[in-house]
């Protein structure tokens, strides 16, 4: 049975009458028997809450819970400060009233932070499952849903710092689940974090150390038989061997080291730009990727008229690729897709995959639709079916195709038959070093020319390429006849 605070009041208060009482009529020994029981009952009552601690300890199992607002940024632009604020509190209270008095809830850095007891994570998972459920009540509205993300730490010995890190770790986890509101911390997570941290300061590393390559993949035209621009991809370049991008492009994208690419591949491309125009070699215009991340920059726009200034490239040497994947941010990207649409050609890359939307077409100046190679390498009749309603719709709005991943013949010749003439992929080339790149670009525009001639009884057949007006030269004796051609 359990003695409350009250009970507790009123047999102190007796006992202290009692006490008086013995004094008063100086029934010393009386009264020093009296004191030396309550001591020993003081002690026998402390080993049995000693006993009762260790059972409950043996018993219970505690568990540490980061609570966070799903899209805090956007809520706060939805309700107004003021009712966000209010919401936050009612949130507070919906956490309370799951919990027995005996767990505790604190709030911190905008985090609800719970310490409670557990027998099994089923428990755990009805109570998280519960509390998500009674706070996205609170918001009745079609445009905007409330919902709460949930990371659990069963607690262990390493002490409170630790295991709150990794409820931390787990929050954060939570939110890259999508549709999972809670994620419950292993020990993998950590590793997994270790990791991570390596590949992003080995990333920084190579930034510094210029260890990134600017490779350029050329668009061909198959019609007109011509290059009508190119892509500057990235390459990460370590002991003289290039590092595959699926090795470090998902660390970058998540701790926002894209920005950073972004902006040196730019810098790195006005460079080459304004050294072909040294050259008078003529190019077409060249695509830079840019992430949705780097649209959240504020200072981003003039950084990019500050790079086409420095190096005197025209805005129709660059194109804009707008990648679909991104983090939340608190500057809308769309609102810069906007503004750079008026100053850039703005083209949509990977179109189909990711965050993609079809809205996009209406509210942007996109001059260019990128398909992804996805939607070309499936050859099912249900992907033929979406490939050519896509191909349909973005000729009915009158925007330009060019089809990345174009590996066969037999590929080219569908996209052929169905009006797409520009393609990118390994088919036609590779992605090129700059050198590589410059040799391909001079090599379009040289005319090429047949020249026979006769050396003894035989006749040989040899190919002049014409540079800039100067002819390439060819050691022979005898010509015996000399006509351009066409074939090479």
Known sequence: MKINNIEILIINFFVIIFSVFLLIYNYNFLFLIFICLLIFIDILHFFINNIKVRYNIMSYRKALIDVEIDNQSVLKLYLGEKKEKETRNKIYKIINSNLSKSHVVKKYNNHYLILLKYTNTNELISLVSRINDEAGKLIDSDVFSLSLRFGIQLCDENGFVSNKNRAAIACNNAKREGMNYYYIYNDEDIETLINEKKILDSLVKSLKNNDFEIYYQPK??????????????????????????????????????????????????????????????????????????????????????????????????????VTERTENGLVSSDDKIHELSKIFNVAIDDFGIGNSSISMLFEHRIKTIKIDRQFVIDESEKGRTILNNMIRLIKDLDFDIVVEGVETVEQQEYLRSKGCNVIQGYLYSKPLTFKEYREKLTLERVGWYCVRFKRGNRIYKRFLRLYNCYWSTIVCNDFYHFSSTSSR
């Open 220 to 321: 061909y035209d198959f019609k007109n038989k011509k290059i009508v621009g190119s892509e500057a991809l990235v390459r990460l370049i370590q002991d003289g061997n290039i590092v595959p991008a699926k090795d470090f492009i998902d660390v970058a994208e998540k701790y926002g080291f894209t920005t950073y690419l972004d902006k040196y591949v730019l810098r790195e491309v006005c460079k080459k730009i304004n050294e072909l125009k040294k050259d008078k070699i003529e190019f077409n215009t060249i695509s830079v990727n840019v992430s949705r991340n780097t649209l959240c920059e504020k200072q981003m726009i003039d950084f990019y008229k500050n790079m086409l200034e420095r190096y005197n490239v025209s805005k129709k040497d660059i194109e804009l690729e």
